[in-house]
């Protein structure tokens, strides 16, 4: 992005110089000029590697807790399911006292 800028800029200043001639007073305003717009696109691209990092890290972030919570889901799921297999053989084993019971009554 800066690069394509930068030969944007390089561009537009060959043409312009193509254009008209310039005293020494312009041409001197033009180089401070293109050395600020150099140290502000310079600038600007540590930056946004800066937010990229920052962005990368926030959606580690999000995937992290994202995880975090599909395995806490995970563990309810088996705890669910383990105290429903429990309940069952409970019923189970009730179901099969009674029957012996019965059986010995008869």
């Known amino acids: 992005v800066a690069l394509a800028r930068k030969e ?10 193509n254009k008209k001639h310039l005293t ?3 041409l001197e305003d033009e180089e401070n000029m293109n050395a600020t717009l150099e140290k502000a696109a ?3 691209s540590e930056q946004i590697d800066q937010i990229k990092t920052m ?5 580690y972030a999000q995937c992290a807790k994202i995880r975090e919570q599909q395995i806490k889901e995970k ?3 088996k705890q669910r399911q383990k105290n429903f297999e429990e309940r069952q053989d409970l019923i189970m084993e009730v179901d099969r006292l009674k ?3 019965k059986a010995e009554a008869e």
């Open 8 to 17: 944007r800029m390089v561009k537009l200043e060959e043409e312009r110089k």
């Open 24 to 26: 020494a007073e312009e």
């Open 42 to 44: 310079n600038l600007e």
């Open 55 to 59: 962005r990368r890290m926030m959606v």
């Open 75 to 77: 563990e309810k799921i």
């Open 99 to 101: 029957s012996l019971k």
